[in-house]
């Protein structure tokens, strides 16, 4: 695990659970998700709702490598396009999976989940670990496609989640987990679930060093010379650039799509 200094956090898992709509384009409706993919009660599932019986969510488990977590979403992804495919030609409907940070007035989240060791350097007697003083910090390295997509959502926002089990690093280190409500849902395509996925795990990595952000190119460059990262890290600066520079949001009449095809090409 290499050397860990009184200011590092250890990085441990990421997961998530990103959210999207099914959508019939001949009907121009909504089609909530629990008549596709279960209720609420469905916790255990790989796919569900959660709370809003409108919006499905995906749960793909837990991992230290990013491209394991996205193997999982593209495995669920595939039985999805499978469902929607044998049911279109079943109906009329038309029904696509959208994925976008808002559609119809409906808010899809990229919940984003974190477990990492944190040292006693980070906990304070009267306030306990400073968890919102981390995950501003990890917040500054999403700022930059949190302004290209989630126009209109209010702020990134967290909730603390039980600590992570196990043995920690190195004595007196304490487990963590919090879980990112926002960004809105990075689910349409593998390299921005990437993007998000891959620039949670580098902050953890490099706490306490931030990335610049005054241009796109200054950030790209500082996610570049980032003292640590893994092996599943090594091309995330060049898609965090592809995706800045090439990927934009859909709209009312023309949603954005989750992108199967691309999807797919995560697991051949």
């Known amino acids: 695990m290499g050397a860990v200094s009184d200011t590092s956090l250890v990085f441990r898992k ?3 659970d ?13 089609v909530p998700a629990y008549q ?9 599932s790989w796919i569900g709702t959660d709370g809003h019986s409108i919006t499905a969510e995906l749960r793909p488990k837990p991992n230290r490598n990013v491209l394991m977590v996205l193997a999982d979403l593209a495995n669920a992804l595939g039985i999805v396009k499978q469902t929607l495919d044998n049911l279109n030609q079943r109906s009329q409907l038309d029904l696509v999976m959208v994925a976008q940070p808002i559609f119809r007035s409906e808010y899809l989240g990229g919940h984003v989940h974190l477990s990492y060791w944190y040292p006693p350097t980070l906990h304070d007697s009267n306030l306990g ?8 910090y990890i917040r500054m390295f ?3 496609l949190h302004n290209q ?7 990134f926002s967290w909730r603390l989640q039980p600590s992570p089990k196990g043995r920690s690093p190195r004595m007196g280190f304490k487990g963590a987990r919090i879980e990112f409500r926002k960004p809105g849902t990075w689910l349409r395509s593998p390299a921005l679930a990437y993007a998000y996925l891959g620039l949670s795990k580098l902050a953890i990595l490099n706490f306490p060093e931030l990335p610049k952000t005054e241009t796109r190119q200054a950030y790209v460059n500082s996610l570049q010379t980032m003292k640590k990262t893994t092996s599943d890290l090594r091309t995330l600066p060049s898609v965090v650039d592809h995706v800045l520079r ?15 095809a691309a999807w797919k090409k995560v697991i051949e």
């Not at 596709?36 to 255990?44: K, Q, T, V, W």
């Not at 400073?130 to 501003?136: D, K, L, N």
């Not at 090439?246 to 199967?260: H, Q, R, S």
């Open 149 to 155: 997509f989630d126009l209109d959502r209010s702020d």
């Open 18 to 30: 990103p959210e999207a709509l099914f959508y019939s384009r001949s009907e121009k409706i909504i």
């Open 246 to 260: 090439n990927f934009a949001l859909g709209d009312e009449e023309y949603p954005t799509l989750v992108d199967f």
């Open 129 to 136: 670990h400073r968890f919102a003083s981390v995950y501003e």
């Open 36 to 44: 596709l993919c279960g209720g609420s009660s469905a916790y255990n």
């Open 14 to 16: 990421v997961g998530a």
């Open 142 to 144: 999403l700022v930059p």
